[in-house]
């Protein structure tokens, strides 16, 4: 009778820690892909932002020269 009482004791502890440890790492999985996504955007906004500059100065550059010329 021990022996079947402490197999379910183990089993129940086994049961609720690997319970504990997969909401845990679903969570960590969820967490990570909702990060990389907002760096997918802000990386986005970025790269969008950098070639409208470089394009204004380019654009400026041209106008410079030829006026100049």
Same mark, same amino acid.
């Given at each position: +009778?021990?022996?079947?009482?402490? &197999?379910?004791?183990?089993? *129940?502890?086994?049961? *609720? =820690? ?12 969820? &967490?990570?892909? &909702?990060? +990389?996504?907002?760096?997918? +955007? ?15 100065? &380019? ?7 030829? =006026? *100049? =010329?």
């Amino acid at each position: +009778m021990a022996c079947a009482a402490t &197999y379910c004791l183990l089993y *129940v502890y086994e049961r *609720v =820690t690997w319970t504990a440890k997969a909401k845990h790492e679903a969570f960590r999985r969820q &967490y990570i892909s &909702y990060g +990389m996504s907002q760096l997918g +955007m802000v990386a986005g906004i970025v790269t969008e932002y950098c070639s409208s500059q470089v394009e204004r100065y &380019y654009m400026r550059s041209h106008v410079r020269r030829v =006026t *100049v =010329t």
